[in-house]
């Protein structure tokens, strides 16, 4: 079967550095997400990775390693406005999105 | 205009209604999403239409019943549904659904079923 996993929940403190993980088992891999969701709103897209390596995006970084179906979302100084959940998505051989559970943020003064 | 917007906001329901929810883009993408999202879960695929037509369809319930009028617009009509059905109905677009890699989702529409 299809299976991502990531934290159900993490805590850090306001100004400091956080990373999520998200491992993968999928069939094929064409791709995977990261989707930022603050309670009660739609997700909103935050990075794409298909290639080893890290993207980075301002404070926000997200790193692949497709031998290892691993990719975790790096968040630099943290600001309260970060408090939200993070979801990982592969997408498969059939170009399916498979959602993680997401993995709630949670921000700390 | 990177937006797609969903109406009702909110929507309450009983099991003997009829109604729709509406999405709408004008980013000229070709592909357009209904998901479903319950509680502290990740959203949940309903149907996808590509260029119209409907390409996947999830095993949803016939309860469930997807229109897309034109290529800025996808209806959802709901009949007949259940308390369990209560969720965020969330739509969302990409440029085309295998090569895009980027979905944009609306602001959903929170459903309650009485």
């Known amino acids: 079967g299809q299976n991502i996993d990531q934290p159900t929940e993490m805590t850090a403190t306001e100004g400091a550095i956080v990373q999520i993980n998200c491992t993968y088992q999928?069939?094929?891999?064409?791709?995977l997400f990261w989707y930022q969701q603050h309670a009660g709103e739609a997700p909103t897209f935050l990075s794409y990775?298909?290639l080893d390596g890290l993207e980075e995006k301002g404070r926000f970084s997200s790193f692949l390693s497709r031998s290892k179906g691993y990719s975790y979302l790096l968040l630099k100084e943290l600001q309260m406005k970060d408090s939200a959940s993070y979801l990982c998505?592969?997408?498969?051989?059939?170009?399916?999105?498979?959602w993680g559970a997401g993995t709630k943020l949670i921000i700390k003064p | 205009d990177t937006e797609v917007t969903q109406t009702p906001k909110h929507l309450v329901m009983g099991m003997t209604n009829k109604k729709s929810l509406k999405c709408e883009q004008h980013?000229?993408?070709?592909?357009m999403y209904w998901y479903k999202q319950k509680a502290k879960k990740p959203p949940e695929l309903m149907f996808v239409?590509?260029?119209?037509?409907?390409?996947i369809n999830e095993s949803v319930p016939s309860r469930f019943s997807p229109e897309c009028p034109n290529s800025s617009l996808l209806n959802l009509h709901l009949h007949a549904l259940q308390p369990e059905d209560s969720a965020l109905y969330l739509c969302?677009?990409?440029?085309?659904?295998?090569?895009?890699?980027?979905?944009?989702f609306g602001p959903g529409t929170r459903l309650t079923v009485t």
């Open positions: 998505a592969v997408r498969d051989s059939n170009y399916q999105l498979i």
């Open positions: 999928t069939s094929g891999f064409n791709g």
């Open positions: 239409y590509s260029y119209e037509k409907l390409s």
């Open positions: 969302a677009s990409s440029q085309e659904d295998y090569n895009s890699y980027e979905q944009y």
């Open positions: 990775n298909v």
């Open positions: 980013m000229g993408h070709r592909a």
